[in-house]
């Protein structure tokens, strides 16, 4: 079983930055596809992006804009989340999901969750 924990969320101001990771614990986690969604009452679960087993190949939501950047650390069963010039629209619960066999963009082929972890941007 695999557990998932977000962390690296918080409050900032229109066009900072913040870099969310995601640890696993109890599984392979060089085996699994990485993605991260975001949920707010108004769209529910959106997709953010996500990222393959091994990293080589990565996939963002248009909304993304070059403006988030997904990595992995194999060696430290870690997913991370880098994103810059946030919006006030940014403001979500981001969670991170794995897949063991990958479909990167649909939450329900995603076997594991986390939690999440809260981002708000203010204007």
């Known amino acids: 079983q695999v557990q998932l924990v977000e962390s690296g969320g918080g409050s900032v101001q229109t066009g900072g930055s913040l870099t969310l990771s995601c640890t696993a614990t109890?599984?392979?986690?060089?085996?699994?596809?990485m993605g991260w969604f975001r949920r707010t009452p108004e769209k529910g679960r959106e997709y953010v992006g996500a990222?393959?087993?091994?990293?080589?190949?990565?996939y963002y939501a248009d909304y993304v804009e070059g403006r988030f950047t997904i990595s992995r650390d194999n060696a430290k069963n870690t997913v991370y989340l880098q994103m810059n010039s946030l919006k006030p629209e940014d403001t979500a619960v981001y969670l991170c999901?794995?897949?063991?066999?990958?479909?990167?963009?649909?939450?329900?082929?995603?076997?594991?969750w986390g939690k999440g972890t809260q981002v708000t941007v203010s204007s």
């Open positions: 109890g599984g392979d986690f060089g085996r699994l596809a």
């Open positions: 990222i393959s087993p091994s990293g080589d190949n990565i």
């Open positions: 999901g794995a897949e063991v066999n990958p479909a990167y963009f649909y939450p329900s082929m995603y076997d594991y």
